[in-house]
């Protein structure tokens, strides 16, 4: 991932490059600007960064003067000391909005978004230029905002239990129906099946292992090698002696999601 770091604080600058080494080894920042005219004849004297980190606040003015002059179509960070440029930012194709100081929690989770948001070489809507890119990703982000945070269930026959999504640890079936298990270790039944919960549910958090279950990172205990090349997972809250298997072909999938933030 090549990256461009706008930004016009030399001590913020180094601060940045080793968080970012620390949490990504492989990127690699490819230029540092710190200036509306700097990053200007940066960007029309070079091709397009994967990503841009971009300090609003720069020596000779606001970083959003830098876009009456630049087409910058690659996803952008924007890092600040104030919070009331948001709105702003998400208009000129931001994927976060990062306020100083920053953390390494904070990098981890905005090169976690960029990632969830690149193209899939096998998906049909992939862009095919870069001026296809920013309106996809747009997509993506709106598809984001529609995934469920929390689900409704009747109890005791004229009230609605309200479950968070935070709160479940995963979901599977049993005897044909599907059931989600809580941190605290309840149980709850729902009427969605399972291809409709893992099309509502912010895929990041929450895995598709198989046929029969649904898990987020919080609920495995620990993951064992399994014969065949596959992978047993021992659960927290284990609702029977039944250990979800990850096959073969999901194996790499579901290390690369397991590593993400």
Same mark, same amino acid.
């Given at each position: 991932?090549? +990256? /461009?770091?706008?930004? =016009? ?12 080494n ?32 971009? =300090? ?9 003067e ?35 100081? +920053? ?10 978004k960029w ?12 862009p ?12 993506? /982000? ?7 945070t ?27 129906q ?14 969605q ?5 893992t ?10 292992v198989?046929?029969?279950?649904? /898990? ?8 064992s ?19 979800? +298997? ?16």
């Amino acid at each position: 991932m090549k +990256i /461009l770091i706008i930004e =016009d604080e030399k001590a913020a600058v180094r601060n940045l490059i080793s968080l970012l080494n620390d949490v990504a080894q492989k990127t690699e920042v490819i230029g540092t600007t710190d200036s509306i005219a700097e990053t200007i004849e940066w960007f029309r004297s070079n091709t397009m960064p994967d990503l841009v980190f971009m =300090d609003i606040h720069l020596a000779d003015g606001s970083a959003f003067e830098i876009f009456e002059y630049i087409n910058i179509t690659c996803p952008i960070i924007f890092t600040t000391a104030y919070d009331e440029y948001a709105l702003r930012a998400f208009k000129v194709n931001s994927i976060d909005y990062l306020l100083k100081p +920053i953390a390494q929690e904070d990098i981890e989770r905005s090169l976690g978004k960029w990632r969830n948001l690149q193209p899939s070489p096998s998906a049909d809507e992939q862009p095919s230029s870069n001026s296809e890119v920013i309106s996809w990703l747009m997509h993506r /982000l709106k598809k984001q905002e529609s995934y469920k945070t929390h689900f409704l269930i009747p109890v005791q026959g004229d009230k609605l239990l309200p479950l968070p999504i935070s709160d479940i640890h995963y979901f599977y079936i049993k005897e044909g129906q599907v059931k989600t298990v809580m941190k605290d270790g309840t149980s709850h039944n729902l009427a969605q099946n399972l291809d409709e919960l893992t099309a509502c549910i912010d895929p990041s958090l929450f895995f598709r292992v198989n046929r029969q279950y649904l /898990l987020s990172r919080e609920s495995i205990r620990d993951i064992s090698l399994w014969f065949n090349s596959r992978l047993s997972i021992n659960l927290k809250h284990p609702t029977s002696d039944e250990k979800p +298997i990850v096959s073969k072909s999901k194996v790499a999938e579901f290390k690369e999601w397991f590593s993400r933030k």
